[in-house]
């Protein structure tokens, strides 16, 4: 077992416009009501980058944003670890597409954006972090397998570690063969250290065997939930938001889960 | 080890699939006909014929099972580094849309070839492990980090073991991606020549099982003795002038195994023969190590290995400790005199107790290992 704190969140969705503006919807105190991702290109990105800037990065550098606001601390003193089941969706399809025809004339933006880590990249250039970075993928259980990380991080490091999971839509024709409803990013800074900040401790066991999942109540945030990989952290942030001890379960790959029980401070 | 003393490289002028720039390559010529275990038909694609031929040599499948019986299945973690996965597969699916639709052929297996994580999940399946499992894909320094991966895992007791590695095949994304960048050299790559001029792109994968230290039987065992990690926070596809990130990764790996710069025997550089590369690499090593550790990158063997490449240049690493053997540099004929550390063109020999190995990826993601005999 593996405990965390929980001292920063960070979370953009449908509906889902920032964790404090969240927290009612996740808790059941107010309804849902469905919105597209408010999608905008962070201020911490230099004019350059900004235009560069696709939807994962869009994602991923506002959700770490507003965690590290939480948290009070400075985005160069973390490690990072990024986590995402398809990286840029968009750049994949446009790419895939210029390799089919003549001529093959991949644009050198294209091709570095086209790196799984190139969130992580934009994130370090913005943050100024020198700090390590990992970039992570295991399909439907990438948060999962990007909490397992971040917690070793935490544990045998010693790190503060941001932990950020982003997901969006593949154009067709890939959605009909990979269908990610929509665009979702969420984010969580954790350290070894309970401080002032941590709003909750997370203990964290990897378990070989199938568990009953937890699912979410209302039921567009379980399609939610469902319908992107980086989702399946919603569980975990409904936990958080009601500020009681909870006991939850996450699929990681078949035949293995996580259990995280959530204790506020 | 013959090709390495034999100086015999793998780069041959580029043929494959109908790419039509004028490069060398790397290129496992068997992979068109071979095909992967038929249980496992739905992960059937370069990157995993690739992965299936690698884990068939030396033994491994063997060592992996008696590890199985030791630990159980679900007590070995498989983390695997890949850059482009099985992405060839869609670029090849997008030629063959249909007409009518605009669909992908019915053949067509997303979640097994071009999802990133496809490699580890054939890996597991092929290997039969069921422990915590993921990719690391951080372009040209993935299949280092997961060397950093397994030891955490095993330290904070998710497992007991691990299978590491990576794998990455040639792709029209890689090669055309680089020559966009102008990276692609029309020569065998040159590392550290003075007129080096890019990178000849490759294929090729490697795999490690490691344990805890506690349990090493040999006489005198190989050990992972320290990992660095780093980001230079600079820029995406061109890494820090002074080389701030590499020298960072060096020092956290030589700082995490408890040694100073002169209890390295030999480094194996990144040197992917870009100016900018082996230039900011150059002052990086100069910087930590002097002018004294002998150095090369085995580039001109291999090729660029992208997401392959820190694997098959930790493997090589461990190898010349195992054999007390200093690669040299095949292709570079006029060393950049520019760079002050002692490259070494010719192979040579030598008692090797402990080696470090650099990788760096676009992203200025960076990661140094060292690995070797402890005292």
């Known amino acids: ?265 | 080890m013959e090709a390495l003393q034999a100086r015999q490289s793998g780069l041959v002028p580029c043929v494959f699939e109908d790419v039509d720039l004028e490069t060398y390559i790397a290129k496992v010529g068997m992979l068109d006909s071979f095909r992967v275990r038929s249980d496992l038909s739905a992960y059937d694609c370069r990157n995993n014929r690739l992965a299936q031929l690698c884990l068939e040599q030396d033994g491994f499948v063997e060592a992996t099972e008696a590890a199985r019986k030791k630990y159980g299945a679900a007590r070995i973690g498989v983390f695997m580094g890949t850059s482009t996965s099985g992405i060839l597969q869609t670029e090849l699916a997008y030629r063959h849309l249909d007409p009518q639709t605009g669909a992908l052929p019915p053949d067509f297996h997303y979640a097994e070839t071009q999802n990133s994580y496809s490699l580890a999940g054939f890996v597991s399946n092929y290997l039969g492990l069921t422990g915590p499992s993921f990719v690391v894909s951080s372009a040209c320094s993935s299949s280092a980090k997961v060397f950093a991966n397994a030891l955490r895992m095993m330290e904070a007791g998710v497992c007991d073991a691990a299978v590491i590695g990576g794998v990455d095949s040639l792709c029209l994304s890689t090669l055309y991606g680089f020559n966009s960048l102008g990276l692609v050299s029309r020569f065998p790559c040159r590392p550290y020549d003075a007129e080096r001029d890019g990178i000849s792109v490759g294929e090729g994968g490697g795999f490690v099982l490691i344990e805890r230290a506690t349990e090493a039987k040999a006489a005198d065992p190989m050990f992972l003795l320290g990992v660095g990690e780093s980001s230079d926070a600079y820029h995406m596809s061109t890494p820090h002038p002074e080389g701030l990130g590499a020298i960072l990764a060096m020092r956290r790996a030589l700082d995490a195994a408890g040694l100073q710069a002169g209890d390295i025997d030999y480094i194996n550089l990144h040197g992917t023969a870009t100016k900018s590369n082996d230039a900011s690499e150059g002052k990086a090593v100069a910087d930590v190590f002097g002018g004294k550790v002998p150095c090369s990158s085995t580039k001109g063997w291999t090729g660029h290995l992208l997401g392959a490449a820190g694997i098959t240049e930790a493997i090589i690493a461990m190898l010349a400790v195992e054999h007390g053997f200093i690669p040299g540099s095949v292709n570079t004929q006029q060393l950049d005199a520019a760079i002050a550390i002692d490259y070494r063109i010719e192979n040579g020999a030598g008692k090797i107790r402990r080696v470090l190995s650099n990788s760096f990826g676009f992203g200025g993601s960076n990661c140094s290992l060292v690995l070797g005999r402890k005292a």
């Open chain 1, 1 to 265: 077992m593996m405990r965390l704190y929980v001292e920063g969140i960070g979370l953009l969705g449908p509906g889902l416009d920032g964790w404090s503006a969240s927290r009612a919807v996740l808790t059941g105190e107010a309804a849902y009501v469905a919105a597209p991702t408010n999608l905008r290109a962070s201020d911490m990105l230099p004019a350059a980058e900004r235009r560069r800037a696709g939807v994962p990065i869009k994602l991923a550098l506002t959700v770490g944003q507003e965690a590290f606001l939480q948290a009070g601390r400075e985005t160069k003193t973390a490690s990072t670890v990024f986590t995402s089941s398809g990286g840029d969706n968009d750049n994949v399809h446009a790419i895939n597409g210029i390799l089919a025809t003549a001529p093959r004339e991949v644009s050198p933006t294209r091709f570095h954006n086209s790196v799984h880590n190139a969130a992580a990249g934009y994130w370090c250039i913005a943050a100024g972090s020198h700090e390590p970075s990992t970039s992570l993928c295991a399909y439907d259980a990438s948060f999962v397998a990007g909490l397992l990380e971040s917690a070793t991080q935490v544990v045998v490091d010693d790190a503060v570690v941001a932990l950020v999971a982003y997901d969006h839509s593949y154009p067709e024709p890939l959605h009909s063969v990979r269908p990610i409803t929509t665009s979702f990013g969420a984010a969580l800074i954790l350290t070894k250290q309970q401080s002032a900040k941590s709003l909750a401790a997370i203990d964290v066991e990897f378990r070989s065997g199938k568990a009953p999942e937890t699912t979410m109540k209302d039921e567009a945030l379980e399609d939610l939930r469902k319908g992107v990989p980086a989702a399946r952290v919603l569980p975990l942030l409904a936990a958080l938001a009601a500020a009681k001890t909870t006991q939850i379960s996450i699929d990681y790959l078949e035949g293995n889960h996580l259990d995280i029980r959530v204790t506020p401070c």
